[in-house]
């Protein structure tokens, strides 16, 4: 690890600051993909900008009907919240998936989602459920957060503060993991929501997306045999050591098909 | 039995330091004074170093000093060496190329260590690494077995890449058999390489005292007496008496820990370099990736004839081995001695023949992974095994039982050089299908696929030969060295007992096994027994652990230094009792006068013999003994293991659904010990079965370099196993009749899992088995032109 | 160099650290406190779990800085008064441990488990480990330990209302 200056700000003005006065500034949440990063001097920020202290950006609450979960609230509090767990299962079960029992103790949502891996399950999340991110200067729709492989829509002196998710009607997530990593070969989010049904998808791609044939045909039936007749293109999919982009695109009507089953 | 004796599952002595955190492992000592070393390592597979800049790097605040390849060679150290010969059918010896400890000029895999830097921490060590300019010039590489006969060359002066082309069994009668064949069942498959991922990391700390001129080395291994060796009289570190190496906590070998690797040899000599400072090593996990021994990596083609019954008449085997860039320790030893001679499995098949190539390649060198050798035979047999009784159309379990070598038969002598001393294969197979309901199998397969899922069974008859090994025997084959085992019992005034061995443990419990033994032996309480292991300083020499060989040759070694405690006792007891030697027995602890009441307790004889008041003449003082034990034959560990799976037909997906295995250890010390030993190597075995796998791309990377590609089974990938080790044919090769048990979980497991799979979705699946080629798989099946 | 002060084990305890410094490398070199292994560098093999304020993190996944003020126990802290924990108690009776490498974490880790969940099943053992690597007991003794671990941990709980 390179060495850097670090800085605990108590709050998002200060935390802003911090990062708009220094030109290699990173944040820094739960670190869970950010320390790994910085062991193998892979990234080289000037300073660390943790966000743990500041208080406004953690906790669920509900809101409009659905969830706003701050940032910087850990994997685990998402699973084991009794308020998601009602308003939105999907999203606790998810949550559940990610990493293990330690990353899911430190590791955070806007940290996962700011990361952006193309194989991390909190996207297909956001982008399923059709979620708002909040930041520091402005309100993103989830589809249009998530812009490319480790790519997202934030400015670089643009901090995620929440993330606003409407409750659907039914939702779920079905997870093919990398046997070794546990990151998703394919994870699949089915949702059925007021404004029509949406299926994101995480680990098969350069990005999570939209899975509009099978939006389709699930909009016409949402049941599980729906999925079945569906045709998924292998184009463009991830290919790699563990899956073909061929095995990728067969998981992606398995795992959707699963996702539909269990959202019931 | 003693409440602590012979088998008691007695809990091990050494947990306790263990789990409240006060282990010492190599990477837990800090020297005075210590230094921090990181080698500076080649990116490419294969590469001339064209230029290196020392100076780059010692500008780094902190770095002390920067050594390469040329400052090694201008100090005159040598080469790491392959420390068993193996000649090829043409008599000629196989061509072990030098194994600079810091590369020379050349570059041969990912990994290989170009220079090292050496600073005041850890971090300016890193930076100086990060800094160091070196320039290389790429050349083309090679990394498949299957192409490194017409590859690039590795070493110059080794035409085709080829180390030797060697022979076992004799050819003539094999091809007369199949010749008259009434069927004949071929298969060819790959033994994944496999990176052994012991969870300590390897370390090492080397220091200098100029004063006496002694070198000294903390370091993770299974033989430091070994390390001693090699280091002395073939790399010229140091003297053999002047050099110190301690092997301290280990955290799990598996083999990878036997070697001499560059990065012991190299912080050992630079102390002395800078002056004295201990110079301290500790590999990253994805340093461990690239530079511990890799395992297996065969691609084979075997062929099985049989007669019209079912009968094995012969078998054919034709194996191309990987032994990566440079010729490791023991690598020459694995693809032929400790593989081909155990073709027979638990068979009378009359005639064998193997031809095994090794080959160089740039990828990190392979050598013994737990097993090593014995479970790429017991694969391939298993799994032809199981080919042709689908083929034939024969119960998988009859086709072994027709073909089992007899318990009336042993001692048997294979056609592969090795004499079985015992078995009883027929028992083993029983009691596993028993445990197993393999008679019930059919409902349980029609329950699962009204679930959707396929279940399938598989079996797998292991042997191994253990207990490594006789010397003369070994010597003979190749081996550099004698592979007996020393033990010293040293008692002291207050009748405790201190057991100082040969074998090194980490992980095994040898300090309560053999505590167990000496405590049943001399009849002491289990408590006053102390095991002393891993300092070349303090212990006898010895020849270190593996090939499952601590308990029946170190142990054996044990117990003859006992015997010798028990004579000498029993002359200075006759003398206190006043009575005739011969007339002195020995049991539990008490030396009395045969048919009277007349006793002497051990303590008291041990007292007497260093406070001699009244003593026999021509007796020496103290209490004090060594023996070495060379054993007169390998043992032969052989047992049935039994797998069920059921797999998920829309994504591939294999579960272990139940794991038995019944094993023939012979007589069991301490069972708890054996059966954890056993889980190990199945958890090991499934892995390789099922999740492991090393991947290199074209260009020599290797791909799977971290626990992100290279999948470790996990908790939730295994099952709970049903593990048993009766009934048991004790040995005759030593006295307790203990065969070995470290390694026949590995060996055993991959078979029993594939012919499950392979059961289960109608065609045999390369290892790994991933969730993608079993989809694969299952999708051909349902075609058509379906066949292997 | 900033400063550090948190309590391990009870004990409060500072040091001057690089920001750079992780919590297991403060732990093992600055307090010598070397049951906490390090076994990977990418997260995943969990020699080096401890908890920070009441859960388990890999100490190798978390700066210095970033513990400052908080509550670490390693397994140092674990035994109260010279007596095992019954984790600690259990995988020594069931021989949860073989080259005890991974053992620190291990326990570490189904600390917290058995602390959300006095009752798992074997199912819930085995998912729960996820984060933790063992190369040597094929994990089925480490199961049984912490069945057995949280078996007594009941039994005392009840003996004690």
């Known amino acids: 690890m390179y060495n850097f200056a670090y800085h605990r700000p108590r709050t998002l003005a200060e935390a802003t600051q911090l990062l708009a006065a220094n030109e290699d500034a990173k944040l820094l949440a739960g670190g869970q993909t950010f320390i790994p990063t910085l062991k193998q001097r892979l990234a080289q920020p000037s300073d660390l900008v943790d966000l743990s202290a500041i208080a406004e950006l953690r906790g669920i609450r509900e809101e409009g009907g659905g969830l706003t979960i701050g940032a910087t609230t850990p994997h685990a509090e998402v699973a084991a919240s009794e308020v998601v767990r009602r308003v939105v299962p999907a999203l606790a079960d998810l949550a559940e998936t990610i990493g293990d029992t330690q990353v899911r103790n430190l590791g955070t949502l806007g940290g996962s989602i700011s990361n952006n891996d193309p194989a991390a399950d909190y996207p297909a999340g956001l982008v399923g459920l059709g979620a708002t991110v909040r930041t520091s200067k402005r309100e993103i729709a989830a589809e249009d957060f998530f812009t490319g492989m480790f790519e997202t829509a934030l400015a670089e002196d643009e901090i995620v503060t929440a993330v606003h998710f409407p409750k659907p009607e039914k939702a779920a997530y079905a997870k093919f993991p990398n046997p070794a990593s546990r990151y998703a070969i394919v994870g699949v989010f089915v949702a059925r929501t007021a404004g029509g049904v949406r299926v994101a998808v995480t680990g098969a791609g350069p990005c999570v997306f939209r899975a509009r044939e099978l939006e389709n045909a699930l909009s016409a039936d949402f049941a599980p045999e729906a999925v079945e007749g569906v045709s998924v293109s292998a184009d463009g999919l991830n290919e790699d050591i563990h899956a073909s982009a061929e095995y990728r695109a067969h998981l992606i009507k398995v795992m959707a098909k699963r996702a539909v089953a269990a959202a019931g | 039995m003693a409440e602590k004796g012979i088998g008691a599952a007695v809990p091990r002595k050494e947990d306790h330091r263990f789990v409240t955190g006060h282990g010492r492992y190599t990477d837990d000592i800090n020297l005075p004074n210590q230094t921090h070393a990181v080698f500076v390592r080649s990116p490419h597979a294969h590469a001339r170093i064209t230029r290196i800049d020392k100076e780059s790097a010692l500008a780094v605040p902190g770095v002390i000093a920067v050594f390469t390849g040329a400052d090694a060679q201008a100090d005159g150290l040598g080469s790491l060496i392959c420390g068993w010969m193996v000649r090829s059918r043409d008599g000629s010896d196989m061509k072990a190329a030098p194994h600079p400890v810091l590369a020379v000029d050349r570059v041969r895999y990912v990994g290989d260590p170009v220079a090292v830097v050496i600073a005041e921490t850890l971090q300016q060590a890193r930076d100086g690494a990060e800094a160091l300019e070196v320039e290389y010039e790429e050349l083309p590489a090679v990394t498949s077995v299957d192409r490194a006969h017409d590859g690039p060359l590795v070493h110059d002066d080794v035409p085709n890449n080829l180390i030797y082309d060697w022979e076992l069994g004799d050819a003539a009668a094999v091809d007369a058999a199949f010749a008259k064949a009434a069927r004949v069942v071929t298969q060819e498959h790959v033994q994944n390489r496999l990176v052994p991922n012991a969870l300590e990391p390897r370390a090492a700390i080397g220091s200098y005292d100029a004063g006496s001129e002694e070198f000294t080395l903390y370091l993770t291994s299974q033989n430091p007496h070994v390390h001693r060796l090699v280091m002395s009289a073939f790399v010229a570190v140091a003297p053999e008496h002047k050099l110190r190496v301690v092997a301290p906590d280990v955290g799990g070998g598996f083999g990878s820990k036997i070697f001499i690797y560059n990065e012991e040899c190299v912080v050992t000599w630079a102390s002395r370099k800078i002056g004295g400072r201990p110079v301290k090593w500790r590999e990253e996990r994805s340093e461990a990736f690239l530079c511990d021994c890799h395992g297996r990596d065969h691609v084979t083609k075997a062929e099985l004839a049989l007669d019209a019954e079912g009968n094995f008449l012969a078998l054919r085997v034709t194996t191309k081995a990987n032994l990566g860039a440079y010729m490791s320790t023991f690598s020459s030893a694995v693809p032929t001695y400790l593989y081909a001679t155990l073709l027979a499995g638990q068979y009378r098949t009359p005639a064998i023949y193997a031809n095994v190539r090794a080959y160089y390649t740039n990828t990190t060198p392979v050598d013994a992974y737990r097993g090593a050798g014995r479970p790429e035979a017991s694969f391939l047999l298993e799994t032809l095994i199981d080919k042709a009784a689908r083929e034939m159309g024969i119960d998988r379990a009859e086709i072994r039982r027709r073909n089992f070598i007899p318990k009336d038969a042993f001692p048997y002598q294979t056609p592969v050089a090795l004499t079985y001393d015992t078995g009883d294969y027929e028992a083993t197979l029983d009691r596993a299908l028993e445990l197993a309901d393999y008679k019930g199998f059919p409902a349980r397969k029609a329950e699962a696929e009204r679930r959707g899922k396929l279940r399938g069974i598989g079996i797998s008859c292991y042997i191994e030969a253990c207990g490594i090994a006789p010397s003369q025997v070994a010597i003979s084959l190749g081996a550099g060295v004698g592979l007996w085992e020393s033990a010293r019992i040293r008692c002291t005034h207050t009748g405790k007992v201190q057991v100082l061995t040969g074998a090194h443990s980490h992980g095994q419990g040898h300090e309560t096994t053999f505590s167990q033994l000496v405590a049943e032996k001399l009849g002491v309480p289990y408590e006053d027994v102390e095991v002393i292991h891993g300092d070349t300083a303090s212990t006898p020499i010895g020849m270190g652990t593996y090939g499952s060989r601590s308990l029946a040759v170190g142990g054996e070694a044990i117990m003859r230094a006992c015997d010798k405690i028990i004579a000498k006792g029993a002359k200075i007891a006759a003398h206190l009792l006043e009575a005739s030697e011969a007339d002195i027995e020995f049991e539990a602890g008490v030396f009395r006068v045969k048919g009277t009441d007349k006793q002497k307790t051990i303590q008291e004889v041990i007292f007497t013999a260093y406070v001699p008041a009244s003593y026999p003449e021509g007796v020496e003082p103290g209490m004090d003994e060594s023996a070495f034990f060379d054993p007169p034959n390998f043992t032969y560990p052989a047992g049935t293991y039994v797998c069920e799976v059921e797999v998920d037909p829309e994504t591939g997906t294999v579960s272990i659904e139940t794991f038995v295995a019944v094993d023939d250890f012979g007589r069991v010390i301490n069972p708890m010990v054996v059966e954890g030993q056993v889980h190990g190597g199945l958890a090991q075995g499934i892995g390789q079965a099922l999740l492991e796998g090393a991947v290199y791309d074209d260009s020599g990377q290797l791909l799977t370099g971290s626990y992100m590609d290279y999948c470790m089974p996990r908790a939730d990938d295994l099952p709970s196993f049903e593990v048993h080790t009766s009934p048991g044919t004790p040995t005759a090769t030593n006295s307790m009749g203990v065969k070995g048990c470290g390694e026949a979980g590995a060996i055993g497991a991959p078979a029993a899992v594939i012919n499950a799979l392979t059961d289960a979705i109608g065609q045999r699946v390369e290892m790994p088995a991933t969730p993608e080629r079993v989809w694969r798989a299952i999708r051909t099946s349902s075609m058509p032109q379906a066949a292997e | ?161």
């Open chain 3, 1 to 161: 160099m900033p400063t550090v002060t948190m309590t391990v084990n009870g004990r409060q305890v500072s040091g001057e650290v690089e920001p750079r410094t992780l919590l297991v490398e403060f732990l093992r070199e600055g307090l010598g406190l070397t049951g906490t292994h390090v076994g990977c560098d990418t997260s995943q093999c969990g020699c080096c779990v401890v908890h920070v304020d009441g859960k388990s993190v890999k100490s190798c996944t978390m700066l210095a800085v970033q513990a400052d003020g908080a509550e670490v126990t390693t397994i140092e802290g674990l035994a109260a008064d010279g007596q095992l924990h019954p984790l600690q108690q259990a995988f020594h009776e069931n021989h949860g441990l073989q080259c005890g490498f991974c053992t620190p974490g291990m326990i570490m880790s189904s600390l917290e488990l058995l602390q959300r969940n006095p009752d798992p099943t074997e199912a819930e053992v085995r998912e729960w480990l996820e984060g933790n690597l063992c190369r040597c007991t094929g994990y089925h003794n480490i199961v049984k330990s912490i069945l057995a671990a949280a078996a007594a941990m009941r039994g005392t709980a009840q003996a004690a209302e």
